[in-house]
């Protein structure tokens, strides 16, 4: 098959308009909207057995549902909570998950583990410390494990950073989103650059040399000046990593998001220009772009995989994890097999009672059929890569890229915009249109349309 069909023939869009398109942002595929009932806690067990039989490293995911309050932004899953005592009791869960993922897929080796949420350092020090003695004792971590933490730096300490140093953590990722006091003052988030530098400051002084910064676009009141100063102070503290997410505004999903003003947030053509404008002040000061929303120092192991083809997307965003299986763990965490998705109860009652009796609290997921993993594939080469080459991906999966024609059919007019070039069975995004490798991602998805409301493309 030749991609190059027939671009004269179609219209061509104007960008704000694919830019303003809802697609998903694609951390998997199948995405989560098309899980159903259909996988059960005994699937999932079953999968978890054969991992245990191919004996490959995992990857482990742990997600801490709890913050001290919540961003007016936020959308992650997480809940507010000024005691401690709902989440010792949530940590007493996660010790009995624990145990029954072990139970299924043994002493595996661990290549990744990562705390994530919700606001993993709002964990009681001996709760943490308790849990990572637990893992370590049922699963083998291998020496080079990449043991990460989401971390939030109003509540990062001298000492905090040295217990996660001593449990092993090395590295951590910050959220910050950004400097301009209007703006944070608008989304909840009240957070001086003299408290982001101390926490730079205290992580690197305890020993955790890599230190990732999230940072956000599309804000409400958030100006191009204001990104360009956000982006230049930030390098001011050398972040290894910086990723800057587009805000994605779903009120729908998300109640809390209710309290931002709609009047007050970018359009399409803004959020386009202060995405290229962070591009534009990382790359100058040498960051790798990797993806389409995250940058890296040259010698980070992310950047190396960008350079090495190695890149591989997963729930946390870009990874250079070459494990197969995923093991999510804690409420609404996600699991990966080769065989297919599994995710636990999202609410944290409904995940305790089912470990409470004994059982995986899965509650939802997809196996993988048809043609889900050959598109996999390719989704996830246009969001690692910017390219990809059908014909070697159909041929991996024992197919043609005739099996394709109906996705290159649909990518016409973004060829004939010129956002897209097809040399062949070779697709590209071009390099000033990598922000659109979502919606063109999204031509592969035979699920789009089928449920499921998404964010905004750029
Ligand atoms: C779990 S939070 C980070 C850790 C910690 N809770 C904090 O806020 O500092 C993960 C990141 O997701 C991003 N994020 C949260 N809500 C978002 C939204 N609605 N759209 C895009 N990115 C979002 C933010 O950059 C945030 O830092
Ligand atoms: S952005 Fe972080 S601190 Fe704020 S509510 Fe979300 S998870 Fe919690």
């Known amino acids: 098959m030749n991609a190059h069909v027939s671009p004269m023939t179609a219209t061509p869009p104007p960008l704000a308009e694919v830019a303003r398109r809802m697609v998903p942002r694609y951390t998997s595929y199948p995405t989560a909207p098309h899980f159903s009932p259909a996988v059960t806690p005994s699937i999932h067990a079953g999968w978890l057995e054969q991992v245990a039989k191919r004996g490959e490293a995992v990857s482990l995911y742990l997600h801490i549902p709890f913050c001290r309050s919540i961003c007016a932004y936020c959308g992650c899953t997480t809940k507010a909570s000024l005691r401690d005592a709902p989440i010792r009791a949530y940590a007493a869960a996660l010790h009995r998950e624990i145990a029954l993922v072990a139970a299924h897929v043994g002493r595996v080796r661990v290549s990744h583990l990562h705390w994530g949420g919700g606001t993993p350092n709002i964990l009681p020090p001996d709760c943490m410390a308790a849990l990572v003695d637990d893992l370590a004792s049922r699963f083998s971590f291998q020496l080079d494990m990449e043991h990460a933490v989401e971390l939030d730096p109003r509540h990062v300490t001298p000492d905090g950073a040295r217990q996660l140093a001593a449990l092993g953590v090395n590295r951590a990722s910050l959220g910050i989103q950004t400097l301009d006091p209007v703006v944070q003052e608008a989304i909840g988030r009240i957070q001086p650059f003299d408290v982001v530098a101390a926490s730079f400051l205290a992580l690197r002084e305890a020993g955790i040399n890599a230190v990732n910064a999230d940072l956000m676009y599309g804000l409400p009141h958030q100006t191009l000046p204001m990104i360009k100063d956000t982006a230049e102070r930030m390098l001011t503290l050398r972040p290894d990593r910086i990723a800057i997410f587009g805000y994605a505004h779903v009120p729908w999903m998300k109640p809390n998001q209710k309290l931002i003003d709609d009047a007050a947030l970018p ?26 929303d995250h940058f890296a120092a040259p010698d980070d192991p992310l950047a190396l995989a960008r350079q090495a083809g190695q890149l591989r997307r997963n729930f946390q965003g870009y990874t250079n994890d070459a494990a197969t299986t995923l093991i999510g763990i804690g409420a ?7 065989q297919g998705f599994a995710q636990n109860a999202p609410d944290t009652l409904g995940w305790q009672r089912a470990i409470e009796a004994g059982m995986l609290p899965i509650v939802r997921g ?38 394709l024609a109906d996705a290159v059919e649909r990518l016409q007019p973004l ?44």
């Open 366 to 403: 997809k196996a993988f059929e048809g043609e889900d993993l050959m598109r996999a594939d390719i989704i996830e080469s246009l969001l690692c890569d910017f390219a990809v080459d059908l014909a070697a991906v159909a041929s991996r999966h024992d197919t043609t890229p005739e099996a």
């Open 332 to 338: 609404s965490s996600i699991s990966r097999t080769p």
């Open 267 to 292: 359009s399409s053509e803004a959020r386009l220009e202060q995405a290229s404008e962070a591009r534009a002040v990382f790359e100058a000061a040498g960051y790798i772009e990797i993806g389409i």
């Open 415 to 458: 060829i004939a915009a010129g956002f897209v070039a097809a040399d062949g069975d070779r697709i590209a995004i071009l390099r000033h249109r990598h922000e659109i490798a979502r919606v063109v991602a999204s031509e592969f998805d035979t699920y789009l349309g089928r449920g499921g409301r998404h964010s905004v493309a750029v």
